[in-house]
């Protein structure tokens, strides 16, 4: 073949590849002029979406109604609009069953040919969530700006095609000083071929935004908030910094993408988060002093970053991440021996006091929204049968290997693009523990007790016991889930019936229950309807005193032997 057959052989193999290249997807954001006062707004929607032919019948679009105990705007969008080629396609709205997690899907009322353009309003309300605690995904504005997660915005094109990103902005809406970021980057931004559903964890944010750095690099950390906060978050944001640079060395990572903190309020859960795309939401509350308080969840988040995983249930990915929101900065001396202590006993004492600390795993997704004492587990059992690993491991290889090594492992497989199955996991802990490991594993699955030794936590801590009440609301848990609440199987001996509780009460209530079943001293607050008039009802929400293991320090083991 001579070389001008093969240039031109080569130019035709490269333009065929380019014509079966994914196609771009569009999404361009229109923020509107946001109401402070009333908490309100809205975000005009703009979506292309290439090559979308489609039969009569077939569905286009899709977006969850309820997603993580959180409404989408699946029921309030308005002036949605799909056009095509020959003009517009009508639409109507077919749900899946209805469940703790359910979607929505828009069907094509006739054929589409070729480039589809779908338009809608998305409403932004600040009003606090009917169902109660959930991730704070919710579009919300704040100092004239807003802020969202896009799986509760952004509907995206049935069939899981890989599609080139081009995301835009159009913030005349939101006057001078405006600017854009998500946690793809700074404003617009075009992404390479990959999964439509990132868009789904996403975070996207636009006003006159606080920044951290004031000068945003490309790469690496920044932070960014709308409107006043209770406290300075810059320092607590240099922190977050200096720890997410040592997470980076920790986890053998090698690339820098841009990784976003976002600031903003939460009249719900208060100081909880969630991990996004190379990006984590923190929340404060109205009272928020202590920008101490937060690290953890700092941390926490952070971890997600590198250790997110498909094994199946959360017991792996939140696990981890609470065996290390402490160990990890105690390790980079950006928190005290005292304050790790701290952190230890808080998991331990939910968890051995909890009345349900034996549900095994498989019955954690189905009930996780309906009783926080099932919800948690995931957290605290997960993160002491690793701490019960890591001592296993140590002790197996005379402190050569632990933990850490197995997690790097499994970090560097889903670097590489590798499936991991949770028999992959197994087959690691083999290989360490022989059939032990495998045993550990199956008793966390069955709900067994995953109680790591005296010692497991390093030379300084040693395991004591003591006394708690145990958190009980003292009616059925499952009477706070849904958008009305009503108080059923109240028991008379109960702190709840001693304070006025009533089966039949509509109650609502705007705390994270997750937290107050952690704080033994924590009040609980719910606001009751009852005969046409509402009140206040106050209580403590603990039942029987037991026994719960604690670690407490070793007498005369200075700080500086604590780091293991």
């Known amino acids: 073949m001579t070389r001008l057959m093969l240039g031109l052989v080569m130019a035709a193999a490269a333009t065929s590849a380019a014509g079966q290249a994914p196609s771009e997807f569009g999404v361009l954001l229109a923020p509107g002029p946001m109401d402070q006062a009333a908490g309100k707004g809205f975000v005009d929607v703009t979506l292309t979406i290439p090559k979308a032919d489609a039969a009569a019948g077939a569905p286009l679009l899709t977006l969850p109604v309820v997603i993580a105990n959180t409404d989408t705007i699946a029921n309030t969008l308005t002036n949605l609009k799909a056009t095509d080629a020959l003009g517009e396609v009508p639409l109507t709205a077919k749900d899946d069953p209805v469940a703790i997690q359910y ?19 998305a409403p932004v309300d600040n009003t606090p969530p009917p169902r109660g605690s959930g991730p704070p995904y919710s579009l919300r504005t704040e100092g004239g700006g807003v802020s969202g997660v896009g799986n509760t915005f952004i509907l995206l094109p049935e069939g ?23 946690s793809l980057g700074e404003g617009d931004v075009r992404l390479e071929a990959g999964p439509v559903e990132r868009l789904h964890r996403t975070l996207f944010m636009a006003g006159a935004m606080h920044r ?29 910094d200096k720890l997410h640079g040592w997470m980076s060395g920790f986890f053998q990572d090698p690339s820098e993408p841009p990784y976003r903190v976002i600031l903003r309020f939460n009249p719900i859960n208060a100081g909880g988060g969630a991990a996004l795309n190379n990006s984590f939401l923190l929340t404060w509350g109205a009272t928020a002093k202590d920008p101490e308080a937060l690290k953890g969840t700092l941390a926490h988040e952070m971890i997600h970053t590198w250790t997110a995983s498909g094994l199946g249930g959360q017991w792996y990915g939140e696990g981890i991440a609470v065996h290390y929101q402490a160990l990890l900065p105690l ?17 331990a004492r939910r968890y051995y006091t909890n009345a349900l600390n034996d549900t095994p795993d498989g019955e954690i997704a189905a009930r996780f929204w309906e009783d926080t004492r099932i919800r948690t587990l995931p957290y605290d059992r997960g993160a002491l049968y690793f701490a019960v690993l890591d001592e296993k491991i140590r002790k197996a290889s005379a402190g050569k290997r632990s933990l850490d090594d197995l997690i790097r492992e499994m970090v560097r497989r889903r670097r590489a ?32 007790l995953m109680l790591p030794g005296p010692d497991a936590f390093g030379p300084c801590f040693t395991r004591t016991t003591a006394k708690f009440r145990r958190f009980d609301l003292g009616f059925e848990p499952k009477s706070l889930v ?31 229950m997750d937290s107050v079943q952690g704080d033994q001293a924590r009040l609980l607050t719910l606001k009751v309807t009852r005969d046409g008039k509402t009140f206040p009802v ?17 007498p005369g083991v200075p700080d500086a032997t604590c780091v293991y």
Not at 333 to 344: A, N, R, S, V
Not at 427 to 448: P, T
């Open 212 to 240: 951290v750095p004031d000068q945003v690099k490309a790469t690496g950390f920044s932070a960014a908030w709308l409107g006043d906060t209770p406290f300075d978050p810059r320092p607590l944001m240099g922190w977050a």
């Open 331 to 347: 390790r980079a001396g950006m928190l005290t021996p005292d304050q790790y202590l701290e952190d230890i006993n808080d998991t």
């Open 103 to 121: 979607a929505r899907h828009w069907i094509a009322g006739r054929a589409v040919k070729g480039d589809l353009t779908v338009s809608y309003r």
């Open 482 to 512: 849904g958008d009305v609440k009503t108080i059923r199987g109240l028991r008379p001996d109960s702190e709840a019936a001693k304070a006025g509780l009533k089966d039949g009460d509509l109650v609502t209530y705007s705390v994270a």
């Open 160 to 182: 899981r095609k890989p599609y080139r990103i081009a995301l835009r902005w159009d913030l005349k809406a939101l006057g001078a000083g405006a600017s854009a970021m998500s």
């Open 417 to 448: 693009g590798e499936n991991v199955p949770e028999a992959g996991w197994v087959d690691l802990l083999a290989k360490e523990l022989g059939e032990d490991g495998r045993r550990v594993h199956a008793d966390m699955l069955a709900g067994k």
């Open 538 to 554: 106050t209580y403590l929400p603990r039942g029987e005193v037991v026994d719960a293991y604690q670690w407490a320090r070793v």
